[in-house]
């Protein structure tokens, strides 16, 4: 590829780094993985338990385990609340800003001017607008899918209208030379050689989804994941609390493995 | 082979000319390909070879003039013309034999498998249809460019220095799989090269252009029989011949110079 942009790049390597868990990886390589997770872990919660830490500083991995499993049934319909808000926020997101950047990038012209205001919507943190979305949507599902789907649109967008605008014009004119449309020079070319800046966006932005999606549900209250972290920190019940955040962590790895997987069977060329 | 009287020509281009923005790119060209004759186009970097190249295709409309393909004025790519870019141009997300079922996916049409296979074994690529560009290398590469080309059958072959990036063994072996290619379907072949050697190896007529704005200078026919051999080849004609080729471009090149140094 003769182009590479900064963050493709950078992303790129990031998935390289997790495809050495793969594949690659000897028998002695992975018992050295577990061992210093085991140790790691292990000597975390002699420490604590050894210098006596309270619960409400810091509980022991044993605890955080514990709770996890014991209160698993409280959280799960919690987790549900945060999915629906997640991947519905995110769907319509991504689906706008992929349609945009798609429509946008065929317009130089009109790209130039709506560049800025792009621009202020992926570095506005849109947990600052919550508040009013609430004021105008109630405290149901709408302020935080719409919170959602704005913090993930933009993101996906930009990294999209990268990935359209990385014209190989001999490519283009390769299809051009078979007497292509400009809908199968978009399909069969444009698209394909987007993909894999389409793939970093979309990653990035369901990243910021979630981070979107847990927040709104702080300043929302009731349900979801977000709420639950408010709800345990108030009631001190740090277990609880720490047992959340494993959950939001292992969301984040999921988003990230799953687009890693998608880049791997779909984009693999670039690299 | 036989001589076809001018005006019967398969591409006839005639006083062809390309404007991009302030730059004059090629000026009052005009040359005829006979058909199922190979012609080589030389001359100095950015003198427009590629540009009368992709004006032959369809693919850029000329300022001035016009070329004509079987007396039928070009205004858009033609399906009896193919083209072989400068890379290999392989896209490369998809593997080989997408690749070059790529032109017919354009075009909705069934594929001739077993002209494809063919031109695969013949090529020597048979077994790497599920090979991706990035595991091929650069000869490969071009020869499964060159597959694609020839998969839709076309009356002409354009090929812009397809082997400039290869090095000079394999160049040479690509040299001659043109050769078997060309006797085999007598396609008629515009090859665009900085290579003299690989012109005089190739074609039945080298054309020399002059620096930016392209015009034809010389026309130089290679009069040696095929398939040609390395004592051909290496012969005091082809000596002769290279010699003059090399002393047109090189003096147009001092000519250049000092007409910039002014
Ligand atoms: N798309 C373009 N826009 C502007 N100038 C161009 C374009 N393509 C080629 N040129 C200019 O036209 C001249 C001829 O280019 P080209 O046909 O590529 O030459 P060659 O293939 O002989 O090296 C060069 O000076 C080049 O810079
Ligand atoms: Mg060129």
């Not at chain 1, 872990?41 to 709770?67: F, K, M, N, T």
């Not at chain 1, 629906?84 to 950047?101: C, D, K, N, Q, T």
């Not at chain 1, 605008?165 to 698209?191: C, E, H, M, P, W």
């Not at chain 2, 199922?36 to 001035?64: A, D, F, Q, Y």
């Amino acid at each position: 590829m003769s182009e590479k942009t900064d963050l493709g790049g950078r992303v790129g390597k990031g998935l390289q780094s997790l495809s050495s868990f793969g594949s690659g990886t000897t028998r002695l390589e992975i018992a050295a993985i577990i061992a210093t997770a085991v140790t790691v872990i292990g000597g975390l919660e002699l420490v604590l338990r050894w210098l006596d830490v309270p619960q409400y500083i810091l509980p022991p991995p044993s605890a955080i385990a514990i709770a996890l499993i014991t209160d698993f049934p409280l959280i799960l319909p919690h987790l549900g609340h945060t999915l629906v808000v997640l991947l519905s926020g995110f769907g319509i997101g991504a689906g706008v800003g992929l349609f945009l950047a798609a429509i946008i990038t065929q317009f130089p012209f009109a790209e130039k001017i709506i560049a800025p205001y792009v621009l202020i919507l992926v570095t506005t943190p849109m947990l600052a607008l919550v508040p009013l979305l609430i004021l105008w949507f109630g405290f149901g599902y709408a302020p935080r899918i719409i919170a959602v789907a704005l913090a993930s649109g933009p993101m996906v967008m930009i990294n999209s209208a990268t990935g359209f605008r990385r014209v190989d014009s001999n490519k283009i004119a390769l299809a051009r030379s078979y007497g292509a449309s400009t809908l199968q020079i978009f399909r069969k070319v444009r698209a394909p050689m987007a993909l894999p800046m389409i793939l970093v966006g979309l990653m990035i932005g369901a990243i910021f989804g979630l981070l979107t999606a847990v927040g709104a549900e702080m300043v929302g209250g009731g349900y979801g994941l977000g709420n639950r972290l408010t709800t345990y920190s108030s009631m001190i019940q740090m277990p609880q609390f720490f047992g959340v955040v494993l959950i939001l962590s292992f969301l984040g790895i999921m988003i990230y493995v799953i687009f890693f997987l998608i880049g791997k069977r779909w984009a693999s060329w670039e690299t | 082979m036989t001589k076809n009287v001018s005006g019967n020509a398969k591409l006839a281009i005639q006083g062809a000319g390309k404007r991009y923005g302030d730059v004059l790119a090629l000026h009052d060209c005009s040359l005829e390909v006979e058909a199922n004759s190979i012609v080589s186009i030389v001359g100095p970097s950015g003198c427009g070879k590629t540009t009368l190249l992709w004006s032959m295709s369809g693919l850029h409309r000329l300022s001035e003039g016009e070329i004509q393909l079987d007396g039928k004025v070009i205004v858009k790519p033609r399906p009896e013309i193919g083209l072989v870019f400068q890379e290999a141009n392989l896209l490369p997300w998809r593997n080989l034999m997408d690749n070059i079922l790529f032109p017919f996916e354009i075009k909705g049409q069934k594929p001739d498998r077993a002209w494809i296979d063919h031109l695969l074994d013949r090529v020597n690529l048979t077994g790497f249809e599920k090979s991706f560009p990035n595991e091929l290398s650069g000869g490969m590469q071009q020869r499964a460019a060159m597959v694609r080309a020839l998969s839709l059958n076309p009356s002409v072959l354009l090929m812009d220095e397809p082997f400039g990036a290869l090095d000079a063994f394999t160049r040479e072996e690509m040299n001659q799989l043109v050769e078997e290619i060309w006797m085999e379907t007598h396609t008629t072949i515009v090859f665009i090269t900085h290579s003299i050697e690989e012109a005089l190896f190739l074609s039945d007529k080298v054309v020399v252009l002059t620096p930016r704005p392209g015009r034809v200078l010389n026309i130089y026919d290679v009069p040696f029989d095929r398939p040609r051999t390395i004592e051909v080849m290496a012969g005091k004609e082809a000596f002769d011949l290279h010699h003059r080729i090399k002393a047109d471009i090189y003096r147009q090149e001092r000519r250049a110079g000092a007409a910039a140094a002014e």
